[in-house]
T-cell receptor
Framework: GENVEQHPSTLSVQEGDSAVIKCTYS??????FPWYKQELGKRPQLIID?????GEKKDQRIAVTLNKTAKHFSLHITETQPEDSAVYFC??????????FGAGTILRVKS | DSGVTQTPKHLITATGQRVTLRCSPRSGDLSVYWYQQSLDQGLQFLIQ???????AKGNILERFSAQQFPDLHSELNLSSLELGDSALYFCASATGGDTDTQYFGPGTRLTVL
């Protein structure tokens, strides 16, 4: 089955700097890659997603890139703000619409 | 607010007991997914239902079972509870198509004492 690795496990940035979180997946048949933001004790909230027929997608300060050949995808957050502090999860959708999640990245934005 | 509802928010029970968690999907969604989130295992897929039928199974224990009813709400039943079952349980809903976006409910925090 699918295996998703996520790095780094923690990331501290200064307010206004950029943050990058990287994920690799193992199953070349996976074709949908969402990113979720989770605040403490709350639900995972979808922030952006990308399908395998697209290489890059952007939504305001958030962008995701996908390299199918290398089987990795990345989340880029620009101009970080304190409210961006949370745990971020990447996921890959394997056959049967099952999401396999990475272990998560704790992002701390210092003001 | 994702439109997915879950009850109860919190549940505290003892080892050996049985509990039922409930999920109502977003209006129009036919698929319901159940996930378990614990500190050491992260977010793990348990089971998926589509329009009342089981569609996919993950690492769900035999002590756990689920069903989806004609009105599309779903229940996750956990029995013979153990301390290690303490976790956040989320359901997510989706329309049911391929590469479907999943929207998560607020979760049920289960504590087994």
């Amino acid at each position: 089955g699918e295996n998703v690795e996520q790095h780094p496990s923690t990331l501290s940035v200064q307010e206004g700097d950029s943050a990058v979180i990287k994920c690799t997946y193992s199953d070349s048949a996976s074709n949908y890659f969402p990113w979720y933001k989770q605040e403490l004790g709350k639900r995972p909230q979808l922030i952006i997603d990308i399908r395998s027929n697209v290489g890059e997608k952007k939504d305001q300060r958030i962008a995701v890139t996908l390299n199918k050949t290398a089987k990795h995808f990345s989340l880029h957050i620009t101009e970080t703000q304190p409210e961006d502090s949370a745990v971020y999860f990447c996921a890959a959708m394997e056959y049967g619409n099952k999401l396999v999640f990475g272990a998560g990245t704790i992002l701390r934005v210092k003001s | 607010d994702s439109g997915v509802t879950q009850t109860p928010k919190h549940l505290i029970t003892a080892t050996g007991q049985r509990v039922t968690l409930r999920c109502s999907p977003r209006s129009g969604d036919l698929s319901v997914y159940w996930y378990q989130q614990s500190l050491d295992q992260g977010l793990q897929f348990l089971i998926q239902y589509y329009n009342g039928e089981e569609r996919a199974k993950g690492n769900i224990l035999e002590r756990f079972s689920a069903q989806q009813f004609p009105d599309l709400h779903s229940e996750l039943n956990l029995s013979s509870l153990e301390l290690g079952d303490s976790a956040l349980y989320f359901c997510a809903s989706a329309t049911g198509g391929d590469t479907d976006t999943q929207y998560f409910g607020p979760g049920t925090r289960l504590t087994v004492l």
